[in-house]
């Protein structure tokens, strides 16, 4: 079973900032498009940013646009997700995913185990 492992989640007050890691097996990461996903109780999972397996061109979804910022480290085989200017309605499980082709759907391949955000206000 593939892993992909998340971590750097936590709580944080409204206005700060948080930065998400996520390590992929090497064979996984460098010839796939890697994405970030979050859920909150009782909502579906949402798309938050992508990024294609060569790092030019990303993806964010509207309510993150202009405060997160997706990056990749290929040599780490990591995908990050800065996230500044955080809200009490960005709180939910933050999801880590790799597939072949980058989509802002959730229908990505391969998926993390997740890590809590909680932003408080």
């Known amino acids: 079973q593939v892993q992909l492992v998340e971590s750097g989640g936590g709580l944080v007050q409204a206005g700060g900032s948080l930065r998400l890691s996520c390590v992929a097996p090497e064979w996984i990461f460098k010839t796939s498009a890697m994405g970030w996903f979050r859920q909150a109780p009782g909502k579906e999972r949402e798309f938050v940013a992508a990024i294609r397996s060569n790092g030019l061109g990303a993806y964010y979804g509207d309510p993150v646009r202009g405060r997160f910022t997706i990056s990749r480290d290929n040599d780490k085989n990591t995908v990050y997700l800065q996230m500044n200017s955080l809200k009490p309605e960005d709180t939910a499980v933050y999801y880590c995913?790799?597939?072949?082709?980058?989509?802002?759907?959730?229908?990505?391949?391969?998926w993390g185990q997740g890590t809590q955000v909680t932003v408080s206000s």
């Open positions: 995913a790799a597939n072949g082709i980058i989509s802002t759907k959730p229908l990505y391949e391969h």
